[in-house]
Each structure stands twice: as C-alpha cells, then as structure tokens.
C-alpha cells in the first residue's frame, strides 16, 4: 500500500509558503516509495514546561515518537513502514534481523513481522555481558518473544551482518524467502521514515506557529540523524540538528550518518546537497560504553518521569536526554527560543534494568 500523508497548506509570509511548496515537494517525492501502515502519525509535538522551568534557557518540546505504536513505539516504527514494504514488495515470508540484547529495533521489527503475518527471526548480539536475568530475558527479549519471533543469541563482537547471511542461507535451502533488515534499521530505505518526520515536524511546528531552532536526539546506528540530516536538506531547512551518540566516538559516528544521509538523498532523487559540517554527533554522554548506565542518565531519566510524567530508556533516549540537560547548562543552546528533543522511544528496556535506578522504598502502611 502506498500512503501519501496530507499536506498541510500555510498561508502567510513568503517563507512560510516557499517552506510549505518545498515540504509538498518533499511528500510528493516520498509518496513514490512504496510504504505499508503502521505508525500512528503524525506524532505529537508537546511543551515541556516544566523542565523548562527548571532549566531555563530556551522553552523545551517533545516531539512523540514514542507514541508511533508497533508495540509500545518508538523510532523504527517510521523506518519499518518502508522496509516492511520493500520485503513484502520483494515477497519475503521471513524477515531477519539483529541487534543489542535490549534492542528496540528488535521488538518493533518482531511487531511489525507479526502484523503483516511473516516469520521473524533475530539474532542479539551480546554487547555487554551481562549476566543479569532481566537484562536477558525481561524487556524487549520478552516482547520480542511475545510477538512470536525466533531468537537466537550471538557472542559480543560477532559479525552480525555475516550471521544474518548464514542464517538467510539455511532458510533459502528450506524453502523460505527472507528479507535481512539492517541492525537498526538504518540503510537508505529506513531512512527515508526520518526523511518524512523532518517534513511532518517542519509542517506541524508551522501549524502551530512555532520556530524550531534546534532539534536533539540519540543517535545510534545512524539511519534516524541520517534521515532528518537529507529531509531537512530537502527542504532547505536551518534546523540546528544535533545527535547524542550512544556507542561509537564523534567522528565515527558522524562519518556513518553522512554517508548515509548522502546515499539516502540519491535513493531519493533529491538534488539537495549536504554539507559534512552540518553533521553534528556529541558522544560524550556514552560511559563506559553501549548499553551501560552512567549517572547522568540515571539522573536525566528520573528527573524526566517526575517533572514530565515521560518514559525513557537506559540506552539511547535517557543518554540523549542527559546531553540535553548538560548541553543545556553549558549555554550551547544560548540565543535559542524552541529546543525539540526527538523521542526515539524505548521504554521497554527500562524493564531490563530494574537494578539501575536507586529508588525510594514502598511506604507500607
Ligand atoms: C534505535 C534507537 C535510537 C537510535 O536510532 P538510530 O537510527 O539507530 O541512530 C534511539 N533511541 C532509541 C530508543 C532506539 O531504539
């Protein structure tokens, strides 16, 4: 199926229509892509106020990602819708995939599979070693099991895209047609899910009569920035984009999202050109490394579900928010009316790190 989001007209200053006929431009491209339902779109855009408040500087927003659905949302729904398709398109009956123990994409995918009734299989790659049972087995190990999926267990440092290969061999000998995905998610055709969210943010904050200056999230293996990266250059936005790494150091990381976002602007047929300086990666909110709490996220999370009634993650949303708050105290967002924090999600991995967060006891009487 292919989906044409409604384009919303703005009426107005003269850059308001060239920025509406250039996002009209941008859906019709996008249109052409073949993209199944399952995302409930658009997310919404949501003040936070009172971490505004405690903050100060800029005023705060959210833009909901967390709400895109595919059991209990987040980020990879928007890339599944065009994967999904291009599987479905290609007559796959069996879709692969890898990621972390704790992967979201993993459980979305297995959502995702489960809804458009294909077999799933994934292959987690241990990353962090840990014994811990929640952290094996609770979370989205559970979902993703719930969902129906296959999953198998892969040593830390393997060759996942190789695993997937060997695994794709085995299931082709038996008469099945898988379709890899990506860890994450993240080539060309994932990306052009994050494509379509900086013309859906663009176009709401218009509605609503907002200036975004700056737009923040976690950044992982690439294909979300990358995806924002091309749209916004599509339409010629000056959004200030700025992605908070949560495994690899900046310049690798910027180097993978400005490759992908290059290639993703070709699978486009976009002339638009990106500039490698308008890829901007902070790693330095990572820790000890992927996957592994740090005090500052553990702060960043709490402080966000007491003052915002919000859900984080330990992983990616939670680092990322922590690189907000502190970027936010070093003035780097000085100058600056509307900051959004993208909400990639993940929330069911909190259950997968039940011992991380130093709570107060139950009062129990
Ligand atoms: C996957 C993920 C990210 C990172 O997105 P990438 O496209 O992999 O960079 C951020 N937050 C959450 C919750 C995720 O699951």
Known sequence: MVLTDQVASVSGADGADLMSSRCKDLALRLAKFPRVALGHLPTPLEPMDRLSEILGGPRFWIKRD??????????????LEYLMADAQNQRA???????????????????AAAKLGMACNILLEDRTGSNDVSYNMSGNVLLDRLHGATVSKRGGGADMNAEMEILAQTLRKQGRRPYIIPGGGSNEIGALGYVNCARELVE???????KVDALIHATGSSGTQAGLVAGLAAIESDIHLLGIGVRAPQEKQEQMVYDLAVKTLTYLGSAAEVARSDVRANCNYVGAGYGVPTEGMVEALKLLAETEGLLFD??????????LIDLTRKGHFEGMDNVVFLHTGGSAALFGYPDTFELPGYVTN
């Not at 879709?95 to 995918?109: D, F, K, L, P, V």
Request: aromatic share 2%; charged share 20%; proline share 2%.
């Open 204 to 210: 709401q904050a218009s509605d609503m009569g907002l």
């Open 93 to 111: 009956d069996t879709i692969i995939t890898q990621g972390a123990t704790q992967s979201n994409h993993a459980r979305q995918t297995a959502a």
């Open 314 to 323: 330990p992983v990616y949303s939670g680092k990322g928010l922590d690189g």
């Open 66 to 79: 967390d709400c895109t659905g595919l059991s209990s949302g987040g980020n990879k729904t928007r890339k």
